[in-house]
T-cell receptor, first 110, second 113 residues
Framework: DQQVKQNSPSLSVQEGRISILNCDYT??????FLWYKKYPAEGPTFLIS?????DKNEDGRFTVFLNKSAKHLSLHIVPSQPGDSAVYFC?????????FGPGTRLSVLP | NAGVTQTPKFRILKIGQSMTLQCTQD?????MYWYRQDPGMGLKLIYY???????DKGEVPNGYNVSRSTTEDFPLRLELAAPSQTSVYFC????????????FGEGSWLTVV
């Protein structure tokens, strides 16, 4: 029973275009959402987060959108760069209980 | 500032052997966690700790033990290693403030043969 789902295992995007990574959750008690980026042979690194009281948070090329009624969040990367190629994990938390999705592998093609 | 440090980075174990994965953090975080990641899967919580002397089971605790004698250290012990424990292990920490970020170590790749 996955509480956090990332239904696209992989995504390929052309350099300079927009990358959109999606995440769905089932637990309405989650109040904080995070995106992590992971390169091979490294630990996940924090990218961007959003509180449940907001519907959008932006940090440079990265924007996270939250639709609480649909229990859906998305990460937009504009413009995409080859260095963005990595696995992206969505996470949701209730207090200090963090639940992670299975990840989406993003490939940005030059 | 080192953050979360894990050792060893890579290890091969024989079935039935035991070992300890070390984890230390220098951010004075209350919470510490051990996750495992299997291919194509998300991070599964093995054990967590809310402070020194307090530990609790996560989603997949069988075959593992932990201790938390200090705020900084949170070792993970594998007793009687099995092939099903072949995985990548991540230690992480966070501060108690709600809405905070969880920080990960670089991972420990363990193979049981």
């Amino acid at each position: 029973d996955q509480q956090v789902k990332q239904n696209s295992p992989s995504l390929s995007v052309q350099e300079g275009r927009i990358s959109i990574l999606n995440c769905d959750y089932t637990n309405s008690m989650f109040d904080y959402f995070l995106w992590y980026k992971k390169y091979p042979a490294e630990g996940p690194t924090f990218l961007i987060s959003i509180s449940s009281i907001k519907d959008k948070n932006e940090d440079g090329r990265f924007t996270v959108f939250l639709n609480k009624s649909a229990k859906h969040l998305s990460l937009h990367i504009v413009p995409s760069q080859p260095g963005d190629s990595a696995v992206y994990f969505c996470a949701a938390s209730e207090g200090q209980n963090f639940v992670f999705g299975p990840g989406t592998r993003l490939s940005v093609l030059p | 500032n080192a953050g979360v440090t894990q050792t060893p980075k890579f290890r091969i174990l024989k079935i039935g052997q035991s070992m300890t994965l070390q984890c230390t953090q220098d951010m004075n975080h209350n919470y510490m966690y051990w996750y495992r990641q299997d291919p194509g899967m998300g991070l599964k919580l093995i054990y967590y700790s809310v402070g020194a002397g307090i530990t609790d089971k996560g989603e997949v605790p069988n075959g593992y033990n932990v201790s938390r004698s200090t705020t900084e250290d949170f070792p993970l012990r594998l007793e009687l290693a099995a092939p099903s424990q072949t995985s990548v292990y991540f230690c992480a920490s966070s501060y108690i403030v709600s809405g905070n970020t969880i920080y990960f170590g670089e991972g420990s790749w363990l193979t049981v043969v």
